[in-house]
């Protein structure tokens, strides 16, 4: 073997040790007693926004109040509650302005149909307008 090999070889070793360190280690901050909740504890991670960042989910986010989210998230996951026992309790202390996915409600309605009314009410306005031009030639 020649000494490029050999230390690509040692390379190659030390990256496989290191993520398999990263692997062993990754849930050190929030331990859970079954693999269930950890999968849960990460969903949950993942479908909540950041109050403080809004465009982050409570995983990415580096805030204070996403730490305390997680913590939080974290005793609930730990106390055996479920997805939506967790996300009714968290909407009904912060809002549906925490769920990345908020339900369809009156009050919400025109955020998720307003984009395609007001394309819709652009689009006639524009035919009408073309219309009107081809008439007046």
């Known amino acids: 073997m020649t000494m490029s090999a050999v230390i690509q070889m040692r ?9 398999a360190y990263v692997g062993v280690f990754a849930n050190t901050l929030y331990p859970l007693d ?6 849960q504890f990460s ?3 993942r479908e909540l ?12 986010s580096s805030s204070g109040l996403a730490r305390d989210l997680r913590n939080e ?7 055996g509650k479920s997805d939506s026992e967790i996300t009714q309790y968290l909407t009904a202390r912060y809002g549906d302005f925490i769920l990345f996915k908020p339900p369809i409600k009156m009050i919400t309605a025109l ?6 009314l007001f394309m819709v009410l652009g689009l006639l306005i524009f035919w009408r307008t073309c219309l009107k031009r081809t008439c007046n030639e």
């Not at 390379?11 to 993520?19: G, T």
């Not at 955020?111 to 395609?116: I, K, M």
């Open 11 to 19: 390379l190659f070793v030390f990256s496989l040790l290191c993520f």
């Open 34 to 39: 079954t693999a269930k909740q950890d999968a």
């Open 43 to 45: 969903h949950l991670l």
């Open 49 to 60: 926004r950041c109050l403080v960042c809004q465009n982050q989910d409570l995983a990415d």
């Open 73 to 79: 998230v974290y005793q609930l996951v730990k106390s």
């Open 111 to 116: 955020l998720w149909f307003g984009p395609a």
